[in-house]
């Protein structure tokens, strides 16, 4: 179902589709408080560089955002409602899309709480991204060019991927 009232969201490589950011606007537009949290620091450039892109879609679509620098974060949770849970190795990018990953729902209202108090503890640990870095805005010619080749390239192999199984896991 659909959420009435808040999400709070982690994840480590965030590369959303532009259907998902509709949704998530139309969700704000209804009043869902919606709360992101995403590494400042990251394990692969070219996440972090496509995850660049989308921020201002993110703030377009009334999203609070956050980024967590203290160490490199791989967090893959998010809470519906206070009611729901989900939990696992899924990321929000094309990739995760067409890999194998998992992602566990939980509808106890005990188990979000817990889910909810540990994604806030680290919300509020974090700084919210309110516009681009000046250090991006200097670079910004070199940091969109590396950005939106990096957003193809995933948004491509996740496609590759999804069509012909061409990775085997063991």
Same mark, same amino acid.
């Given at each position: 179902?659909?959420?009435?009232?808040?999400? !709070?969201?982690?994840?480590?490589? $965030?590369?959303?589709?532009?259907?998902?950011?509709?949704?998530?606007?139309?969700?704000?537009?209804?009043?869902?408080?919606?709360?992101l949290l995403v590494?400042? !620091?990251?394990? @692969?450039?070219?996440?972090?560089?496509?995850?660049?892109? +989308?921020?201002?879609?993110?703030?377009?679509?009334?999203?609070?955002? #956050?980024e967590w620098s203290?160490? &490199? $974060?791989?967090?893959?949770?998010?809470?519906?409602?206070?009611?729901?849970?989900?939990?696992?190795?899924? =990321? !929000?990018?094309? &990739?995760? #899309?067409? =890999?194998?990953? &998992?992602?566990?729902? @939980?509808?106890?209202? *005990?188990?979000?709480? *817990? @889910?909810?108090?540990?994604?806030?503890?680290?919300? =509020?640990?974090?700084?919210?991204?309110?516009? &681009?870095?000046?250090?991006?805005?200097?670079?910004?010619?070199?940091?969109?060019?590396?950005?939106?080749?990096? *957003?193809? $390239? !995933? #948004? #491509?192999?996740?496609?590759?991927?999804?069509?012909?199984?061409? +990775?085997?896991?063991?």
């Amino acid at each position: 179902g659909r959420a009435r009232t808040r999400g !709070l969201r982690a994840h480590a490589y $965030f590369l959303p589709g532009r259907r998902m950011l509709r949704s998530r606007s139309a969700a704000t537009r209804r009043g869902v408080r919606i709360s992101l949290l995403v590494p400042g !620091l990251s394990d @692969v450039p070219i996440s972090r560089a496509a995850t660049l892109q +989308v921020y201002a879609r993110i703030h377009e679509a009334g999203i609070a955002l #956050f980024e967590w620098s203290r160490t &490199v $974060f791989h967090a893959k949770a998010a809470v519906i409602d206070g009611q729901r849970a989900l939990v696992g190795s899924f =990321n !929000l990018d094309p &990739v995760s #899309f067409a =890999n194998r990953e &998992v992602m566990v729902e @939980v509808d106890d209202p *005990e188990v979000a709480a *817990e @889910v909810e108090r540990w994604i806030a503890k680290r919300i =509020n640990e974090s700084a919210r991204v309110l516009t &681009v870095p000046t250090s991006q805005r200097r670079r910004r010619w070199l940091t969109d060019l590396i950005g939106r080749l990096s *957003e193809s $390239f !995933l #948004f #491509f192999v996740g496609r590759w991927i999804r069509h012909g199984d061409h +990775v085997h896991w063991g």
